[in-house]
Structures are given as structure tokens and as C-alpha cells.
């Protein structure tokens, strides 16, 4: 399943299959779809992903995240959005600050390449099984 944040993008997490020599790996690994508004990132480059029609995306639970830090659900959606708001403008401003998910990974803009890198633990946390063809695939 695939979590959106409205005006920033989708997480999900999609099995693969690789082929290999011998056998046939199934790993499951993050993505991170991009999905801004597309004047905040004029002469910037950022990979195009696209998630499998198969996979159900769901809105960011404020709920859960207000039970996770003992905020209440509408102060939680104020700050995310104006987090990502904030982010927007630093990038039309040609500012490129990282984004940094707790245990999840990176957005970062370097060379005016805008990416997300996941974390090593989080791609092992996600594949116990193939962990090394998890790693090497994002």
C-alpha cells in the first residue's frame, strides 16, 4: 500500500521480481512518487516513477500520526502542510534544503537533481529475505 502527502508525493512500497542466474527474487522496496507544483520546480530534474495501478494509495493518517507525537489531528495537518509549503518556496527559491524522513530516507536536490534516497535500514527493514537484492535494486 502507498501513502500520499497531499502537495509532496506518494510513498509506497511495490514488489519486484529479478531474475537471476539461478533463481528468481521477489523484494519488496520503497519508491517515492514526486507530485509538487511543477512552477516550484522549474530547471530542476527529478527521476520520473511511476507507482503499479495495483498498488492502494491511501491520505496520510493524521490521526495516527497525532497519537504518535500527542498533538491534536488538525495541528499535525497544519504542520505538515506548511512544512511541505515551506519546502516548496525554499526550491522555487533555488535554495535546495534535504528533506529528511525519520527512518524512511532523503529528498534532497543536488545539481539541480531532486531525488529521494531511502535509507539502508529501511530497504532491510522492508526485505528480510533478499536484503542485498533490495539494496542493490534502489
Do not use: K
Amino acid at each position: 500500500q502507498g501513502v500520499l502527502v497531499p502537495g509532496l508525493g506518494t510513498f509506497a512500497v511495490v514488489p519486484e521480481q529479478i531474475n537471476g542466474t539461478e533463481e528468481v527474487y521477489v523484494v519488496r522496496r520503497p519508491m517515492f512518487q514526486l507530485d509538487m507544483d511543477m512552477s516550484c520546480l522549474q530547471e530542476l530534474v527529478f527521476p520520473t516513477v511511476m507507482m503499479p495501478g495495483d498498488i492502494e494509495i491511501m491520505p496520510l493518517d493524521y490521526w495516527w500520526l497525532s497519537q504518535a507525537n500527542s498533538l491534536p489531528p488538525d495541528v499535525v495537518r497544519g504542520c505538515v502542510e506548511e512544512t511541505i509549503l515551506l519546502y516548496s518556496f525554499q526550491l522555487r527559491d533555488r535554495q535546495c534544503p534535504a528533506f529528511a524522513f525519520e527512518n524512511i530516507g532523503i529528498l534532497s536536490c543536488q545539481d539541480n537533481v531532486l531525488c529521494m534516497q531511502f535509507h539502508c535500514s529501511c530497504i532491510a527493514g522492508l526485505e528480510s529475505q533478499d536484503t542485498w537484492v533490495a539494496l542493490l535494486l534502489t
